[in-house]
């Protein structure tokens, strides 16, 4: 399909974006996401673009789980939202208190769970479910189940996170 364009600059520009974005679409395939989430930093004409992964090192203890769980609690709720990756973004984002001791820890990997794994196969929310990155592990009811499980939620929602096309969709804002 040929995308028409008057020969000026705004024209041009939206009919570029229009055709990356459904060339991007039409390579999802087997996919989950039309697009990985992604955070920007840097200037307009010279953006730096990087898939919005959890970055915090593996829970160990109370300490390590704490910044784990807020990590994982503040990338997911990114991810849920963002309509360019999924083909309906429907998932409602995590709204437990933050992490801070052994029981708020615990409560929010519990819910991180429950949220993440809903979303990976909620109907209409992804090009296809996902079945592989489901977070199978027990609950967490102490530091070191939390730890446990707060692990395998990282690596699960990273995979997640990562599972579309090469390239990138262009979101124009105003």
Not at 36 to 57: I, M
Not at 62 to 79: E, G
Not at 114 to 127: E, K, L, R
């Amino acid at each position: 399909m040929a995308y028409k364009s008057q020969r000026n600059a705004d024209s041009m520009a939206a009919a570029a974006v229009a055709a990356n974005n459904r060339r991007q679409l039409d390579a999802v395939a087997s996919f989950f996401h039309a697009d990985t989430t992604q955070r920007q930093t840097g200037r307009y004409d010279s953006p730096v673009v990087a898939d919005d992964l959890v970055s915090a090192a593996n829970g160990t203890d109370d300490a390590t789980n704490s910044v784990l769980a807020n990590d994982i609690k503040a990338v997911v709720n990114r991810h849920f939202v963002d309509d360019y990756a999924h083909d309906t973004a429907l998932s409602a984002v995590i709204t437990t208190a933050d992490g801070t001791d052994t029981a708020t820890n615990f409560a929010l990997a519990n819910a991180i769970k429950a949220a993440y794994n809903t979303h990976a196969s909620a109907s209409g929310v992804h090009f296809n479910n996902d079945g592989t990155n489901t977070v199978t592990n027990a609950d967490g009811t102490n530091a070191a189940t939390t730890a446990t499980l707060l692990n395998e939620i990282k690596g699960d929602v990273n995979a997640h996170v990562v599972s579309a096309p090469f390239g990138a969709m262009i979101r124009l804002i105003p």
